[in-house]
């Protein structure tokens, strides 16, 4: 649940291209798991992972890599942070409080908190319980008091006071219901009000209305020792371990810890078709309830692909997951995944096996070569550029540096140095870090470099000029 939104984009694109392949029965062999899933490994976007498949009479797990350096594989009861699809647990949770009759959809958020929060509005329209669980609130991603103290465990000191100070003060650009806007402030504060609500701390309120009646009992914000002690490290895109996640108040957006087996069982849950305590809120969540653009819906928490898959990823500083599900061929799939990377790997293989084992022809992995480069090559890049921060207008200086398996980059003045990987001589991606990032040197017919183009995802290019 790193601070990024699902990439619908990315949806976008793969689910067009397996639903070329027409309807059919599923096709997905043991061979095509290994083919999405090895090359992971092999290139270092993963240390550890488990992938979870289920369908009417198949449920099978497979296992890649180690939890240590020489170690053990993973395996379905390793635990893993999950990140946003915590989302859809919050969602789950307050579907099931509608389903008793405890709150309704249409119910302002405001009513929930009582007066010691007060929650904007706008144009006479409140912020509601469905606008929290489908990202149409108006909220931003994150608030504009979100300062953490540790970056690498942002979440864990924004607490209850500061989300408090933030919604005060805020006043909303859109009238609730207007977008949709991906938000972990919303979510945040959703799994906020069910708890005011229930009467139960935000932890306690999922184990008891979502984990227990659907047996998950590996699925929990605070594990017991003997879970801990199941927990794999996490590592950023560079492969270096990564400290775990805390929550506070946004704990609804991404406090989740769970198994691949909890996973799948979860998934499965609302597709099986089997009597469950929490049948009448599983269907709820599943059901549209905004349209976000051509291809893609929202419900409670679920995004909602080609009208039929729904599926949510998740990213913490270390760990990336995928549960995606499919209601016309009660299938499902989860992706669990030890590293945090950009070009989001693990959502794109969840994704591609998601409609393969649907019937609609396996999907596609599309990531970034990785070749060899000699050192000279290398070493030319190496200096100090110059760019135009185009929403500051000021000029910010990256440093590229020669580093023991390639190039480096980062800000002078900033602790953190993150890896450059070559596609080719001229060519280098980002892997740790959110969004997909290259840079494209400018290399002259006399070998020098000049400038190095910097590509951002979803942002027009920015050229640096060398100054050292």
Not at 182 to 202: I, K, M, V, W
Not at 311 to 327: I, S
Not at 334 to 345: E, G, K, N, R
Request: proline residues 7%.
């Amino acid at each position: 649940m790193r601070p990024t939104a699902p990439t619908l984009a990315l949806l976008c694109t793969l689910a067009p291209l397996a639903a070329a392949c027409g309807d059919g029965a599923s096709t997905v062999r043991a061979a095509d798991v290994d083919g999405l899933a090895q090359p992971l490994i092999r290139d270092g976007w993963s240390t550890a992972m488990v992938i979870g498949l289920a369908a009417p009479g198949r449920t099978e797990f497979y296992r890649y890599g180690a939890v240590t350096p020489g170690g053990a594989a993973p395996d379905e009861r390793t635990v893993f942070e999950i990140g946003s699809v915590t989302k859809t647990f919050t969602a789950l949770a307050l579907a099931d409080l509608v389903a008793r009759g405890e709150a309704t959809l249409d119910e302002p958020v405001q009513a929930l908190l009582g007066t010691s929060t007060t929650v904007p509005s706008r144009s006479d329209k409140a912020i509601t319980l469905l606008h929290l669980a489908t990202h149409t609130s108006g909220l931003p991603r994150l608030p504009e008091n979100f300062a953490p103290a540790e970056p690498a465990d942002p979440y864990a000191d924004y607490h209850a006071a500061d989300l408090e100070a933030f919604l005060a003060g805020y006043a909303l650009p859109v009238d609730p219901g207007a977008r949709y806007e991906y938000s972990n402030l919303g979510s945040g504060l959703l799994g906020q009000a069910l708890a005011a609500r229930s009467g139960l701390a935000f932890p306690e309120l999922l184990r008891l209305r979502v984990s227990a009646p659907l047996g998950l009992a590996d699925t929990a914000v605070d594990l017991s020792g003997e879970q801990a002690s199941r927990l794999v490290a996490g590592h950023d895109g560079d492969l270096a371990e990564a400290p775990a996640w805390h929550f506070d108040a946004l704990a609804g957006a991404g406090a989740l810890r769970s198994t691949a087996a909890d996973m799948l069982r979860y998934a499965t849950a609302h597709v099986s078709g089997e009597a469950s305590p929490l049948a009448e809120a599983l269907a709820q969540v599943q059901a549209p309830r905004f349209t976000v653009d051509a291809a893609t819906q929202i419900g409670l928490g679920w995004h909602i692909a080609d009208g039929r898959y729904r599926w949510h990823n998740g990213g913490t500083g270390g760990f990336e997951t995928f549960v995606g599900f499919d209601p016309a061929s009660r299938t499902a799939v989860v992706v669990l995944s030890d590293t945090a990377a950009s070009f989001q790997p693990v959502t794109q293989v969840g994704l591609a096996l998601l409609t393969g084992l649907a019937g609609q022809g396996l999907g596609k992995v599309v990531l970034p070569p990785l070749a060899a480069v000699g050192d000279a090559d290398l070493q030319r890049c190496a200096g100090t550029y110059r760019f135009t921060d185009p929403s500051s207008g000021e000029s910010v200086d990256i440093l590229v540096e020669r580093g023991p398996k390639g190039l480096l980059v980062s800000v002078p003045g900033l602790a953190s140095r993150v890896g450059l990987y070559p596609s080719d001589a001229r060519t280098y991606f980002v892997r740790a870090g959110d969004l997909p990032a290259a840079l494209q040197f400018q290399v002259q017919a006399d070998g020098t470099v000049p400038s190095v183009v910097l590509e951002l995802s979803g942002e027009a290019p920015v050229t640096a000029l060398r100054v050292g």
